[in-house]
């Protein structure tokens, strides 16, 4: 009996060490697909849209193009007032960023361009 119970304990030691070793890939994934929190804004532009997101502390931001494809220059920055932006620029096929701010109870500005066309929120409260 006590053999079988160390054995089990055993297993599930296994299976909680490989869902550890995945765990962050898999978070990884989702936070590159994404923000999280409840979409609080969305400026669209002629080559895609910016998309904002909040959750109680902190303000999220994307880039997405209308129509991904080809590798095109995109940007996304995020900007809590009086502090530092949070910037992703490159050279991507469907979207710059997520970006994250710390913003309670400030307000932010936000912009997003894709192929030299964008949009700004200016300063605004979210």
Do not use: N
């Not at 309670?104 to 361009?113: E, T």
Request: glycine share 14%; charged share 20%; hydrophobic share 45%.
């Amino acid at each position: 009996m006590f053999g079988r119970l160390v054995a089990h304990a055993g297993a599930a030691l296994v299976v909680a060490g490989a869902l550890l070793t995945a765990g962050p890939g898999v978070q990884e994934a989702e936070a590159a697909s994404g923000c999280s929190g409840r979409p609080v804004k969305t400026v669209r532009f002629a080559t895609g849209e910016l998309r904002l997101y909040k959750d109680r502390t902190y303000v999220c931001a994307m880039t997405v193009a209308k129509r991904p494809g080809a590798k095109r220059a995109m940007s996304v920055s995020l900007q809590p007032r009086g502090g530092r932006a949070a910037v992703d620029k490159g050279r991507f096929t469907r979207q710059a960023g997520p970006v994250t701010v710390y913003a309670l109870h400030r307000v932010i500005r936000a912009s997003g361009a894709i192929a030299g066309v964008g949009a700004t929120t200016g300063w605004i409260l979210v």
